[in-house]
């Protein structure tokens, strides 16, 4: 059985991958417990103060009063959605923290190498838009000031 707990998961929005990623998640919460913001939004910087992590070094999931980064953001996510996604949150945890966030950092690092960044405005899905707590500023401001 899903959680009914909802999160808010913290991403870079000019990450390429990041964007990608974050639409095949609102994709696939069909128990609409998933929010979302940007890093570079007032909400992400909060998270970041509070997660004592580097700006856009992680994403962030604010689960249950506690910001996760990092692998372990990325198990509650697939806890939160469920269903067969359950299947790697619970092989995900057999594996050491240490070698699992070695190898988070090792894509997070090269991200933007592999997958580029975000060069213009991209419009959210509907299933992503309802579910963005900024969402002025992840849509109109980055698409009125490109790069910001």
Known sequence: ???TKQIIIAFDGDCLMCS??????????HADLIRFTRLQDPIGQQMIAESGSKPLDSMLVLNDG???SGSSAVIVILETLGGFLKVPAILGKMVPRPLRDALYKFIAVHRYQWFGKNESCSIPSDALRKRLLSAESSTTE?????GT
């Open 1 to 3: 059985m899903a959680t």
């Open 20 to 29: 990608r990623a974050i639409r095949w998640v609102a994709d696939r919460d």
């Open 66 to 68: 506690e910001v996760l």
């Open 142 to 146: 980055s698409c009125q000031n490109p």
